[in-house]
């Protein structure tokens, strides 16, 4: 189960106190102050750890202390300091203040890491306290507590290539057969019920990772259906697949209008969504009608559609290969090479 939000409370450890103590020892009857001071307390941290893919386990612990600084002992003994407490967070992980809305990290990568919570400091022993004129300090430095605060967690997956379209156009059928990922695939809509990721592999050692969301539909800005939950988790993407039943024109809506209301509801999602480069693949064309309305379809739009088949295969290579390129493309204007957030 992907859980994409969570709420934590962390707080750093509190610091150890100050020790009041003086030196007793035979042959010293006047040894003078010797209290040690206290440890600092331990910090919290979050961090982008590979390998986690969800925030479940933080839907059933919401508290993350970090441990006490020790206090100080006699014969100038510093108190232990506390451990720190690191939290591994799935890299793409949102890290926000929950009280002021602030965004404290964007774990955007393997290893990133940020401190949340800052442990207090030891107090100061008796020791610090003695002057030429103030040899019997009977007074210790306050220990300061852990900085606390609520933090809000939104997961935001990682992906290459973001495959967007109505219910029922095909995309769990076609993140099957490009890559190992087995969502469940049936004859009806909405059966993607959260988003499914999957590597492509290419030949020379080529691969990309591919997010299928929902199906979206009309209004999904404003809450219908399932996709807009999850329309967050392909902002990431450097391209977006747009896939279009071209199989079912009778049934459904016409190719062309469905191209257009997903097209709306991106825009009215984010701007900058909507701006990603963007594929358009024709899916279906082995029923009949099929890849003369792909024709009239790229006719329409004045753009390149792709038409391929999930189902037999037909047409996966030349769609693999085009969205390489474009992949390419954009992480040369970023200046990574393309596959890097595999």
Not at 138 to 166: T, Y
Not at 217 to 223: K, L, N, T
Not at 265 to 287: C, F, M, Q, T
Request: glycine content about 14%; hydrophobic content about 35%; charged content about 25%.
């Amino acid at each position: 189960m992907l859980v994409d939000r969570a709420e934590i409370y962390v707080r750093g450890g509190n610091g150890g106190h100050g020790c009041v103590s003086f030196r007793r020892e035979k042959f010293t009857p006047q040894g003078g102050p010797d209290g040690g001071d206290g440890g600092n307390g331990g910090s919290v941290f979050v961090e982008a750890t590979p390998g986690v893919d969800t925030l479940l386990d933080f839907a059933g612990r919401h508290h993350w202390v970090a441990e006490n600084g020790r206090p100080g002992e006699g014969r100038l003994r510093h108190g232990r300091n506390g451990a720190d407490l690191r939290i591994k967070l799935p890299p793409g992980t949102l890290v926000y203040d929950r009280q002021t809305g602030v965004q404290i990290k964007d774990l955007a990568h393997p290893a990133d890491c940020a401190c949340v919570a800052r442990g207090g400091k030891g107090g100061r022993g008796n020791k610090a306290f003695a002057t030429a004129t103030h040899q019997a300090p009977r007074e210790a430095g306050p220990a300061e507590p852990g900085e606390e605060r609520w933090l809000r967690l939104e997961l935001k997956l990682i992906a290459d290539v973001g495959v967007v379209g109505l219910p029922n156009a095909g995309k769990s059928t076609l993140l099957s057969r490009l890559s190992r990922a087995r969502p469940k695939i049936a004859d009806y809509p909405f059966t993607t019920l959260e988003p499914q990721l999957g590597i492509v592999e290419l030949s020379d050692d080529r691969r990309f990772v591919v997010a299928d969301i929902p199906g979206l539909i009309q209004g999904a800005h404003e809450g219908a259906g399932l996709g807009h939950e999850f329309l967050r988790h392909i902002e990431r993407t450097l391209v977006l697949l747009h896939l279009i039943d071209v199989g079912n024109e009778d049934g459904g809506l016409p190719p062309v209008r469905a191209y257009h209301t997903i097209r709306d509801e991106l825009r009215r999602h984010s701007s900058l969504l909507a701006g990603k480069p963007e594929l358009i693949v024709a899916n279906k064309i082995d029923l009949i009608g099929g890849t003369e309305t792909a024709r009239r379809l790229a006719r329409e739009l004045g753009r390149e559609v792709v038409p391929i088949s999930a189902a037999t295969g037909r047409g996966l290579g030349v769609m693999r290969e085009r969205l390489w390129s474009l992949l390419s493309e954009g992480r040369r204007e970023q200046g990574a090479s393309p596959g890097s957030s595999v």
